[in-house]
């Protein structure tokens, strides 16, 4: 049978989307991108109930015009399944996380007795989407977002140490070198004094080289666990800040004064301890009828404090008028305009600085190799790329100097084989 599969989530989407796909690989079904070509539709989502998720929404009625079953799954409440059918009543069939236990079943049940008999989700037999050299790797199943709206249900969703240390193993045997650690903020909530020991079995396995923390809570981040970071060469020295999160955003202006004074403290302490740390932020563009242009100023000015490596920008889904629109665009740009010469600046900074990290790319034009490493920490935050006289394969690890820089990248030499 062909089947499609579309994820709109985040990281603990991925993560369930590679399961799904492992669950479809065992079953022998074929998968198809083009849904017009599909059986069946699998759409993994996630807070389809919230405001900003609304073009989440969208992507799934679009999908209901097709002839094929619709699926959808992921974050949402079992309450919440009769309003969802209300505003999108073309979907076959809602199924949210907590029933992935018995999702095979209900899928099956969509076809004729014997048509479809798909294998039992199995978290631990997973396709991946990443490069075969990482992989996401869940400490806690609860993403960021629901802890901050539901703060203390979810400590049943953290995940045992030996379960994910077995996991890790298994992905390493697989050839993964680096892992990404999902739903370290539950984590760090809930269970903090067994969060070194988890990062301390997973620096013992043998072939994993690197461990990057990509989701830290920055107002959760303590001097421990920064100088556990600096000693520990294993655990990327990158650091995400996000305040997109309601917890940042809503604050009283006093708060605010606070929480950007402790913001502007952590990262120097994270700069004397780590001097080669990698930090970076996401933040939003706020609908211009919610952020006035006084508290706009204010924020570039606390970016111009702060001083960030990389900076993610959301904008806001919510319809904009035309005049908003121009407003939030004029913004962007004046954000943007200012990152762009912290970064540069930042960059600099880097000449003559060594990098390690996993060859990802090369290009045959420039005779370049691309290097993935702990400073640009996704494919959005920045291009490292470096020279060399070896022969290099994808996934293979290296050591690279770096010769000069950019407002966007660097570019160095390559210095040694790991």
Not at 61 to 83: M, W
Not at 97 to 120: M, R, V, W
Request: proline share 3%.
């Amino acid at each position: 049978m062909n089947i499609g599969l579309v994820n709109l989530g985040c990281a603990n989407n991925i993560i369930d989307s590679e399961s799904v796909l492992g669950m479809l690989e065992c079953s022998g079904q074929t998968i198809v991108t083009d849904p017009s070509e599909a059986d069946a539709i699998i759409v993994n989502t996630c807070g389809l109930m919230q405001t900003n998720h609304a073009d989440s929404l969208n992507n799934v009625v679009s999908l209901t015009g097709y002839p094929a079953k619709l699926i959808v799954i992921g974050c949402f409440k079992h309450d919440e399944i009769a309003s969802l059918k209300a505003l999108v009543p073309g979907v076959d069939l809602w199924v949210p996380s907590s029933d992935y236990a018995s999702l095979h079943e209900q899928i099956n049940n969509l076809f004729p007795k014997g048509t479809l008999e798909l294998c039992k989700f199995n978290q631990f037999h997973r396709v991946l989407s990443t490069p075969k050299y990482r992989a996401y790797l869940q400490v806690s199943s609860s993403c960021l977002h629901k802890l901050i709206d539901e703060k203390d249900k979810y400590v049943h969703d953290v995940r045992p140490l030996d379960e994910v240390l077995f996991e890790a193993n298994e992905l390493v045997a697989h050839g993964v070198k680096e892992v990404m650690l999902v739903g370290t903020s539950l984590f760090l909530n809930t269970n903090s004094n067994k969060f070194q020991p988890l990062l301390d079995g997973l620096s013992k396995i043998n072939g994993l080289e690197s461990i990057r923390l990509p989701e830290l809570n920055p107002l959760k981040i303590d001097k421990s666990l920064i100088c556990y970071v600096a000693r520990n060469p294993k655990v990327a020295s990158s650091f995400m800040f996000d305040l997109t999160l309601n917890e940042y955003t809503s604050l009283a202006d006093e708060d605010k004064k606070i929480v950007l004074a402790k913001l502007h403290n952590l990262i120097n302490l994270i700069r004397y301890k780590i001097p080669d740390a990698t930090i970076q932020a996401r933040i939003q563009v706020s609908n211009p009828h919610k952020l006035s242009q006084k508290e706009f100023l204010k924020r570039l000015s606390a970016l111009r404090i702060l001083k960030f490596d990389h900076l993610h920008i959301e904008e806001n889904s919510e319809p904009l008028s035309e005049e908003e629109l121009k407003v939030s665009k004029e913004r962007f740009k004046q954000i943007m305009n200012l990152h762009r010469k912290i970064a540069y600046r930042l960059n600099k900074l880097r000449i003559g600085q060594t990098f390690r990290g996993v060859v990802n790319s090369y290009d045959k034009k420039s005779d370049y190799f691309g290097l993935y490493s702990d400073w640009n920490t996704d494919e959005t935050s920045g291009l490292v790329t470096f020279k060399s006289d070896h022969v290099l394969r994808q996934g293979q690890v290296v050591t690279v100097k770096i010769t000069n820089a950019y407002i966007n990248g660097l570019h160095g030499e390559h210095i040694k084989l790991c």
